[in-house]
């Protein structure tokens, strides 16, 4: 009898495991990334202008760009989705960016990009996730880089059906903007978010997700920067303006309970009480975030090792988690 009871109790351990209820989350690999295509398959930059480039090629595509206020001088992640003029997703073979200031002078390029994905585990996926990614659930990362400070444009070519297509920018991106979130290698700022102890219990108040994500609730951000990895996630699910909020808190659920073990997953709304009506929450202040969703992972001594700006995969997550273990 009680070796009966040993094995249905580490069955039921083991089922509890596989379904993400672990508090220490799961010591799954991260995914390997996604290849990107060859750069050599696409024009180069090369004594040209940005309509140098694309003479002579068909439009019809355009860019759009989720990384929009965080990107700086250098090399950057810029996350993107194809869309047809209907705002259709389109699912394409292959695809580079090109910068270049909104003149079309300072070409750079081109920057191939991996094709990532917003799915889930349907363990993971909340209630809101369906309607949110009724348009598509595949997007694009680059590592585009800009030559200088200041206005400039992400221009895409794609391929589809055989033919080079040209995704023409939605705006221009504003470049290395001062004030804005920190960066790579900056210490993480320093605040307190609320716990379900704090409001009673009641978990709705922290999170518009349904139903709430209670293992990212638990804890205080200022409690555990500097003394263990943290992945901090502003995203209001059920009241983001690009409807991405909610598809990313699903992934964080799902890098938490498959591979996050030893690292502390905390989800933080953007509003006050939850009411677009009202003023940013102060944490989001301090951070100075003008858009959401946004993903920082700190490492144990409370330095920022990656930070996302928009739409992010389970696989960019988990191996940016796999690095601070």
Request: hydrophobic share 40%.
């Amino acid at each position: 009898m009680a070796r009966l009871l040993l094995s249905l109790l580490a069955a039921a351990a083991v089922a509890l495991s596989a379904c993400g209820g672990s508090d220490d989350g799961g010591t799954a690999p991260a995914p390997t990334q996604p290849p990107a295509a060859a750069p050599a398959d696409f024009p180069t930059v090369k004594g040209k202008t940005m309509n140098e480039l694309i003479a002579g090629l068909p439009k019809g595509a355009i860019l759009n760009v989720s990384s929009f206020s965080g990107q700086r001088v250098g090399r950057n992640r810029l996350g993107f989705a194809i869309v047809d003029r209907a705002n259709k997703q389109i699912d394409v073979s292959e695809v580079a960016v090109y910068t270049a200031k909104p003149d079309g002078t300072d070409l750079r390029g081109p920057f191939t990009a991996r094709k990532e994905s917003l799915e889930v585990d349907t363990r993971y996926r909340s209630q809101q996730t369906t309607s949110d990614l009724a348009s598509g659930d595949t997007f694009y990362v680059a590592d585009a880089v800009y030559g200088s400070r200041g206005p400039h444009v992400a221009l895409g070519l794609v391929r589809l059906d055989g033919r080079l297509i040209v995704a023409d920018p939605v705006a221009a991106l504003p470049i290395g903007r001062k004030n804005g979130p920190p960066d790579v290698g900056d210490r993480a700022i320093r605040v307190h978010t609320e716990t379900a102890a704090d409001v009673g219990g009641d978990l709705n108040k922290l999170s518009t997700r349904k139903p709430p994500p209670a293992d990212m609730l638990n804890t205080d951000f200022a409690d555990v920067v500097g003394r263990k990895p943290v992945v901090l996630l502003f995203a209001t699910p059920a009241l983001c303006q690009s409807r991405t909020c909610g598809p990313v808190v699903d992934i964080a659920e799902q890098v938490r309970g498959q591979s996050g073990k030893g690292v502390a997953f905390i989800q933080q709304e953007i509003y006050q009480d939850n009411d677009p009506g009202k003023p940013f929450r102060s944490q989001v202040l301090a951070w100075h975030l003008p858009t959401e969703p946004w993903a920082f992972v700190v490492d144990r001594q409370g330095r920022i090792s990656a930070r996302f700006e928009g739409v992010f995969s389970v696989g960019e997550l988990a191996r940016a988690v796999e690095r601070v273990k």
